[in-house]
């Protein structure tokens, strides 16, 4: 598990945790820097006089070994310092650690206990994390209720991963009404900023018209995007829709195609790295 993002999008059985640790990566206004733990000493002094900025990115810095040998037990020590002041991107990793058993004995209610504490405090890693334990049902009782309204929560703040598992979930009426124009709206939001799950996900919505008009120009396009971005379904899917269209939908689909979006800031990148190496299938609207 990663200590600084985590969102799982496993559906249909495969929703686990999507605890990521924390690297090097800018956050709101009102978070903290990684740039300063090249500076190990200095990191030192700011944590031996209670900082807790200074004692979570030395926590950070154990944990990734940068500046000091990698040393788990170190870093859940000086998460546990800057957690106890609610500095929520400790609360968050502390949370990863005890989901991992790294330099922790391995306690899945301590980790919900401190997702939810860095989800309260507005960290939408957090609020991910939190939202894929309800999901699955690890180290709280399962409530798909929850899991959607703590996917919402870090879906509004712009997270790709929150994004697409929400949109899911809006497909499947999982926790809530079974909306397709919701998740529509969500798969878009996080296909453009570059997840493919998503992008192929608008491609089934276009193809089947659900919460969209069925426009098999568009689905191709979609489709198109998701196989560059490394969908491997999507070949499929694209050869099997080409089928049902007529060359003059396929040349119009080529010649204007899908622009290919921007890709997501370092924040949901790291958390998909973490992500990826857990949850290796993506269960699709169709």
């Not at 919402?152 to 809530?176: E, I, K, N, V, W």
Request: glycine letters at 8%.
């Amino acid at each position: 598990m990663y200590s600084r993002a985590i969102c799982p999008p496993a559906f249909l059985l495969l929703i686990s945790l999507c605890a990521w640790p924390l690297s090097a990566q800018p956050q709101a206004a009102g978070d903290v820097s990684s740039s300063a733990a090249s500076d190990f000493q200095a990191l030192q002094r700011q944590a031996a006089h209670g900082n807790a900025t200074g004692e979570y990115l030395l926590g950070l810095a154990y944990m990734n070994g940068s500046g000091v040998p990698q040393d788990y037990k170190q870093a859940a020590l000086w998460y546990k310092a800057a957690a106890a002041q609610g500095q929520r991107n400790a609360e968050n990793n502390l949370g990863s650690l005890y989901e991992s058993g790294l330099g922790v004995h391995k306690n899945l209610p301590e980790a919900a206990r401190w997702y939810r504490l860095a989800a309260i405090h507005g960290d939408p890693i957090a609020q991910c994390n939190l939202a894929s334990a309800y999901f699955s049902g690890r180290g709280v009782a399962r409530d798909y209720s929850q899991a959607a309204t703590w996917f919402r929560a870090a879906a509004d703040q712009g997270s790709a991963p929150a994004q697409y598992l929400l949109s899911t979930m809006y497909y499947r009426g999982l926790g809530m009404p079974l909306d397709f124009q919701e998740a529509a709206k969500w798969a878009r939001a996080a296909a453009q900023q570059g997840d493919r799950r998503a992008q192929a996900n608008m491609g089934s919505l276009y193809e089947q018209g659900k919460g969209v008009p069925l426009d098999y120009v568009n689905a191709y396009q979609w489709y198109s995007l998701a196989v560059q971005n490394g969908d491997v379904r999507s070949k499929v899917r694209l050869k099997n829709l080409s089928r049902l269209m007529t060359n003059q939908q396929i040349l119009e689909a080529l010649a204007s195609g899908a622009s290919q979006p921007s890709s997501p800031d370092t924040f949901d990148a790291t958390a998909a790295n973490s992500f990826v190496r857990l949850h290796h299938q993506i269960v699709p609207f169709h």
